[in-house]
């Protein structure tokens, strides 16, 4: 079965984003400007259908969608660093990511 995936450019940008909880931070991480990440979050937030983050006056909160999203990220880009250093874990695991993939189309799906 072939899975779709999300634009994945914007997969760093919410990492980052997720991580510092600030589009201006993640671009200082990633040299890049803030407005930059917020169109690259944004695209990945029309292509999942759900919001991941909730912008406030100075503030930026994780969805519960993006709170279960960045796990999922995570793993997908340490497995990525992993198969450039040349230890990947087993094939069975970069299954489990595909479909992690897959389920983020219905982030209710995992809950």
Known sequence: MAYRLPPLNSIPLFEAAGQRLSFKLA????N???SAVSHGIQA?????????FICGNRTLTLTGAGATYLPQVRSAQ???RASQRGDARPA??????CE????????????
């Open 78 to 80: 340490e497995l990525i």
């Open 27 to 30: 671009a200082e991480d990633l």
């Open 92 to 97: 069975t695991d970069r299954a489990a990511v």
């Open 100 to 111: 992690c993939f897959a389920d983020l189309r219905d982030p209710l799906a995992a809950t």
């Open 32 to 34: 890049l400007t803030p």
């Open 44 to 52: 990945l937030e029309e292509w999942l259908g759900v919001e991941l």
